[in-house]
């Protein structure tokens, strides 16, 4: 039952982080509408503004998931003594959780890169 309940916590965790997580980037692309709009205007790709995006989410992605594998690693112990059957570092547990993190993060932030990379220069510069 402990398990069942574990499973359903983790779940509800990662979809409620992916909501804030998409909002936060909305509220950011939206913040941002001027600059994604004066760099198209002076030339940038769509794609660049989509990457640009993708690559700032990557790397908060990639700082989140390891200070979360560190400490999945230091309260193994405690998940050990209370689950049968559960090792301390099971590495196809921290590299599934580590993939879904990934997966999670890939796409909440699909929407807000688009949105950037279809900023019209125009209506950006003229924004607020």
Do not use: W
Request: charged fraction near 15%; proline fraction near 2%; include cysteine.
């Amino acid at each position: 039952m402990l398990a069942a309940l574990s499973v359903g916590f983790a779940g509800l965790a990662t979809v409620l982080a992916a909501t804030g997580l998409y909002a936060v980037l909305v509220y950011n692309v939206t913040r941002r509408t001027r600059e994604f709009g004066l760099r198209l205007a002076l030339g940038a790709d769509p794609r660049q503004l989509r990457s640009l995006v993708l690559k700032r989410v990557g790397v908060i992605g990639l700082c989140g998931t390891l200070l979360g594998a560190a400490g999945a690693i230091a309260l193994a112990r405690v998940a050990r003594s209370l689950l049968f059957g559960v090792s301390a570092h099971d590495a196809t547990v921290l590299t599934t959780a580590a993939l879904i993190v990934c997966v999670v993060v890939l796409l909440a932030s699909y929407k807000p890169a688009q949105t950037a990379a279809r900023t019209a220069p125009m209506e950006a510069l003229t924004y607020e």
